[in-house]
Structures are given as C-alpha cells and as structure tokens.
C-alpha cells in the first residue's frame, strides 16, 4: 500500500512525513515554506546591506535571524546557522534574552532540518531554560507573554523530534507542554500545530479515531483564525488518516478540498503536497495513469519553486508506483534520483529510507547481494539518528529477503527482532505486518526453527501450531486498527476458519499435484472433493458467524444495561460515604476547636486535675482530626471511588504539589468553602487563603482562572 505525507508544524519549518510506498516504510522530509530560491536569495540579499550599517544593538540581532531564517529557505543551511549562532551570542553580549531564546529555536530547527537531533535538542533545550529564568523574574504581561509564545515553540519542536524517532511518550510529554504554553500566551496558531501534532502520534500508533479526532480540532482552529493556508495543511492531514484506513474515495474528497485551497492562493507547495498525496491514492487504488498524472504534476511544480526535499519526496512515490507496475528498473531510476538529493541536502533520515527502498527493489530482482548492501546501510543511517520505525521496517525487508532465499533462519531473526522492536514502539501497522509474516515462515519453513531468538527448537508439528498462533495475533492486531468491534469468541471463530480455509487451500494444492501421477478421473475426483468441503467449510462458518454475533450481541446489551446499574448504584453509595465522612470530620474538628475555647477558658482554675483531664481529651480529639495518615487514607478511598484516577492525574499534571497542596485541592474538589476546609485541616481559613494564592502563582494559572477551575479540570 502507497503511504502517504503527514505535516507535522514546526516553527519556522513543516515537517512533511512521507510514508513512500514500499509497504511499511516510514521516512522524514523538512521542506520550507518558500516562494522560490531567487526570492529567498533577493531578501537576504538586502539583509546583509543592513548588517553592514546595523550597530551591535537589538535591531542587528533581529537581522541576524531574519537572514538566517532566508539563507534557511535558500537551501544553504551553513550560512543559516552561522548566522544564527552569531545573534545568539550578540544577544548574550546584550543581554536582551529573549532575543537569545528565539536564536536558539532558530539554530535548532536549522539543526533539525539537517537531521542532526541531539544538537537541535541541545538548542531548544537552552531556549527552554532561557525562558524558564525570565519567568521567574518579570510580571510584564508583554514580556510574559513573547516568552510564553517562544517556549511553546520550542517544546513543540522538540515533540517532533521525539515523534520523528519514535519516542511517542516524550513526543506526548513535550506535545503538553507546549500545549499548556500555547494557550497561556493566547497563541492560537502553535496551539492548532501542537494539536495537529498530538494527531500524528495516535497516527503512527495506528490509533486512527483518535488521530481523526485531533486533526478536526486542529482544523476548527485554523477555521476560527481564518488562514486559508493552515486550513489546507489540516484538510490534506485527515485525508491521509482516510487513507490509511483504506477509505480511499473518503481520503480523496479531503485531498482534493485541501488542493482546491491551494489552488485559490496560489500556493504552490501546498498544491505539490497534495497532488502527490492524491497520486498515492490512486497507486493505490491501482489506477496507475491517474496516479502517473498527479505525481507529475507534483513534481513539475516542485521543480518549478526548487523544493529540493519536496522533489525527493515525489520521485520516491513515483519510485513506488513504478514498482506496482513492476517495472523495477524505472523505480531504481527514480530512487536513486532520491537519494541523490537527500545525500546532498544532509537529510539522514530521509537517506536512510531511500536506501531501505533500493534494498526492496534489488530484492525483488533477486540481486540479494546488493539488496543486503544498501539494507544495511540504512540499518546504521537509522540507528545513528535514532530512527526506530525505520530500523524496524528494515529489518522486516531483511527477514523477508531472507524467507526467499530460503535462509529460514536468519529470516526468523531479523523478523522476530522487528516485531520485538515494533511492539515497543506500539506501531500497530508493522507488528501487523511481522505477525503475518512470522505466520508464514513457520508454515513454510522446512528448518526447524526457535520460539524466540535464541529459544529451543521447534518440532515440525509445533512449528504449525507456532503458524497458527502468530496468524491469529495478526487477525487481532489487523481489527483493532480498523476498528472492528468483535467479541472474542466471534474473533477466534474466523481466525479458526481463514486458517482453516488457508490450510484446506494448502492441502488442495498438494493432492493436486500428487494426482498428476495418477489418473485423470483420479485428479478431478480429489478437485471435486476439495472444492466441496471449502464450500461447506465456508458455508458452515458463515452460519455459525452469524448465529454467534446475533447471541453475542443480544447478552453484550444485557450485561451492558447490568452494569451500568451496578455502576450507578456503586457511584452514589461512594458519594454519600464520602459526605458523611467528610461532615463528620468537619463536625469533629469543630467539637475540637470550642473544647479548646473551654480549656482556655479554665486555665485560670485551681484544680490541676481538672485541667490535665480536659487537655488529655482535647489531645485525643485532636488525633481525630484529618492530618492523621488514617484518616488521610481512609477519606483517599472513598474520594477515589467517586472521583476515579484523581490523585493519578493531579499529580502527572503537577508533580511538584506537596501533601498539604493535594489535599486542599481535594476539598476544593468537594465544593467546601473556605471555614469548611480549614475545619478539616485543622487551620485557620487565613492559611487556607494565603496557601491559595501560592498554589495559584506555583501552578502558573492564568489571571482569570482560580484553585477552583484547577480542581475541575483534573
């Protein structure tokens, strides 16, 4: 299946990932957005006539990054970083921060875009803590804001990089942050990128409903803001989660949307963009003209505003096509055109790709040498950017060159090594893949093979059932990701049965060859026998599908309403525990604080006895009070059974809250007033306002949010 270009928004740069269409493979392109080289040349150009009259005041630093920003688009990274690196260090000598925190998101996207990761992450890194020390030591809302707004991008950049190395919990982390940024700086336009980003994750899990779900919010974003470009980038996105999902008519009518927009203001790399998607579509809907016209008008159009990234990125696909058509030598013609520009442009990452494919297309020459020489050179592109998707996919191609060959073994170990690789990373679409092909290779394999690399050998018979297991892990795997929604016992019936039907093939086969040995009436009896059991096979299990899903569905509705019942009777019976617990400690603390009114009130009495009494009592009420660990626990309890993860999610959200924090939020959960809540923790209700207003300045609330709002938002 032809895979196609998801834009991940980074500041300054798109990220364009395209998913070429050798099966699986995943690559990265960084192309600009640019009018042309000559207009990029024109700008800088003039910009460096400023710097020759500039001072060594804010206004060059601003020159500085404006022309690296232009020698950026002209494709001339070393001069794009040289100037970067050279207003960092005036704003240093300056001492004008924020000046210094923008250059350095400016040399780590140059950084990204050249594939170097750990120095980009280096620079963004140095932005956030630059960012970090202002906010500690201003309240000027402008500032506040332009700090907020830079430390959003530079978050957001460093979650595409994690992203692009398939490290999606630190790509969802950094994701959040800069989300949080964002929205605090009021910056609607990296708010609608970091959303669409939190789309290309659940995307690369094979988490489609969710991808979807981010890509329209993303889209209702760029909507509001009215910018006809952003509205573009997020229609293509959607189509590309369609096509995915293999609705390919559904995939097209969004391209088409987003290519429409483009179209209306003239944007030629948006319109290249989506032409391309558009022709993988229709590779792989096997309408080979169609595709052939749209990826050229991708390619002329990238030519014509020398997007030299873009350009690799359409001579992979056509590369893809061409292999489709089976005509290999035209796909190599058009790789090898690739990786030429990738190699010069410095992309790895997209390098290690390319050569992943020239690998496939030798492999499908049976030329095994070559195809292992440039595999593994794109296992060790791969390894030394951190590219795990790609490493995996890789080593799949090797595994099933393998297979081929009939190196039964070494297939086994480079597909298990994919499919351990892959699982870690939670790509849905590649374990689905290695599962069918392990399934495969143990029903074919006449080596006995391990259960796992460096397990124990498998008897013939084990191998089979080894088959039969991973095939079944293949159907699960398939269904969740087009989201099929089938019990388990449905689910084994029709693995049973294309497993089933798969075997009695296999088997028809071979009675087949052995009856050309014997007599023709032999040869045609054994056919008819084979193709009436598949028949009743086929029959039968469709019946029994059917009866199944009918039972099924009618006790899942049963046992659905049951619980939910249950549920809400569990739910209610919490709240009211968690009431009366609550008033009851609220009631003890008041009992407490007049019997200490009392005790005042007598410690003006002779009897030394009487007073020790009424102080030993007001000691054992006060061991009542809620700031006792048992207490404490007991009231955890049953605010979790009505409030489930409360305490999970408070703290992944803001882990630096400490006992005292968690529990005032807990009660402005409950909706107690300020009396209430200082009777529960034994305070006065001047300490629970002043523990308010540090919790307010800690967690960085907006102005017109309060403790409250928080409490909620958990």
């Known amino acids: 299946m032809m895979r196609l270009s998801i834009v991940i928004s980074l500041h300054d740069l798109i990220i364009c990932i395209n998913l070429v269409p050798t099966m699986r493979h995943v690559c990265i392109l960084l192309f600009l957005i640019c009018t042309g080289w000559l207009t990029a040349q024109k700008k800088s150009d003039s910009l460096e006539a400023f710097l020759k009259t500039d001072k060594n005041d ?15 688009l002209a494709g001339e990274p070393d001069k794009a970083l040289a100037r970067a690196k050279e207003a960092i260090k005036l704003a240093k000598e300056l001492e004008s921060n924020i000046q210094r925190s923008k250059a350095n998101v400016r040399a780590g996207n140059i950084y990204t875009a050249m594939g170097n990761y750990p120095e980009a992450i280096s620079y963004y890194t140095e932005s956030i803590k630059i960012n970090e020390d202002i906010l500690k030591n201003t309240d000027d809302e402008k500032v506040l804001k332009q700090v907020n707004i830079v430390h959003g991008q530079a978050y957001g950049n460093m979650a595409s990089i994690y992203l692009n190395q398939g490290e999606y919990a630190k790509a969802l982390e950094y994701n959040n942050k800069s989300l949080q940024k964002s929205r605090t700086a009021g910056d609607k336009q990296q708010e609608a990128r970091t959303i669409t980003n ?18 329209k919010q993303a889209l209702a974003l760029a909507e509001e803001g009215e910018s006809k470009y952003d509205i573009a980038l997020k229609l293509g996105n959607i189509g590309i989660v369609y096509s995915e999902k293999g609705d390919y008519p559904e995939a097209l009518t969004w391209y088409f949307k987003a290519l429409k927009i483009a179209e209306e203001i003239s944007n030629k790399q948006l319109q290249s963009s989506n032409l391309s998607n558009i022709g993988g579509t229709y590779v792989n809907q096997g309408n080979y003209e169609k595709a052939l016209e749209f990826l050229n008008r991708s390619l ?15 001579l992979g696909n056509l590369g893809g096509l061409y292999i489709k058509k089976k005509d290999l030598t035209k796909a190599l013609e058009f790789y090898e055109r690739a990786l030429k520009i990738t190699k010069e442009l410095n992309d790895r990452l997209q390098t290690a790709s390319v050569l992943s494919n020239i690998g496939l297309v030798y492999s499908n020459m049976d030329k095994y040498a070559e195809a292992l020489k440039y595999y593994e050179e794109s296992l060790t592109a791969s390894r030394e950017i951190v590219d795990r998707n790609g490493e995996a996919v890789t080593l799949g191609y090797i595994g099933s060159m393998h297979e081929k060959m009939k190196q039964f073994k070494k297939s086994f170990d480079h597909l298990y090594r994919s499919l351990a690789l892959a699982d870690s990373l939670g790509t849905k679409y590649i374990v689905k893949g290695q599962y069918l092909h392990l ?58 049965y294309e497993f089933s039907k798969k075997e009695a093939l296999a088997k028809a086969e071979q009675d087949k060859k052995e009856a050309l040995a014997g007599a023709e009436d032999r040869r045609r009896q054994v056919i008819y026998i084979s193709i009436i059991s598949l028949l009743l096979l086929m029959g039968v299990a469709t019946l029994l599908v059917n009866k199944k899903n009918r039972v099924i569905a009618r006790q899942q509705h049963v046992l659905l309403e049951t619980e939910k019942r249950k549920a809400e009777e569990e739910l209610e019976s919490a709240r009211k525990l968690l009431l009366n617990y609550t008033e009851n400690l609220i009631e003890k603390n008041k009992v407490i604080d007049e019997y200490q009114k009392e005790i005042e ?58 006992n005292a924090e968690t529990r005032l939020i807990s009660l402005v959960k409950l909706n107690l007033d300020t009396k209430q809540m200082a009777n529960m923790l034994g305070v006065s209700p001047e300490t629970i306002t002043k523990t308010k207003y540090r919790l307010r300045k800690k967690v960085e609330l907006a102005e017109n949010q309060d403790i409250e709002h928080l409490a909620e938002s958990v």
Not at 58 to 72: G, P
Not at 199 to 215: N, P, V
Not at 616 to 636: I, R
């Open 439 to 496: 399934s495969e290779l143990y029903q074919n394999s006449t080596t006995p093979l391990p259960d796992t690399v460096g397990g124990k050998v498998l008897n013939l018979e084990q191998m089979r059932l080894r088959a039969k297991y991973y095939y079944e892990r293949y159907i699960t795997v398939r269904d969740i990701i087009i989201n099929e929604e089938n019990t388990e016992k449905t689910v084994r019936t029709e693995m049973n």
């Open 198 to 215: 939190l789309g290309t994750i659940y995307f690369y899990q094979a988490d489609y409903a969710s991808a979807l779900d981010y890509y």
């Open 601 to 658: 009130k007598l410690q003006d009495l002779k009897s030394a006895e009487l007073y020790s009494e009424k102080i030993e009592t007001l000691d054992d009420l006060n061991k009542a009070t809620l700031l006792t660990n048992e207490d404490w626990d007991k009231f955890k309890d049953l605010f979790e059974q009505v409030y489930k993860g409360f305490f999970v999610r408070l703290k992944d959200k803001f882990p630096g809250l400490t």
């Open 58 to 72: 804010t206004a060059r630093i601003s020159h500085l990054l404006m022309l690296s920003r232009e020698y950026d």
């Open 300 to 314: 002329k159009l990238k030519e014509e505003i020398s997007d030299l990234n873009g350009i690799a990125s359409t």
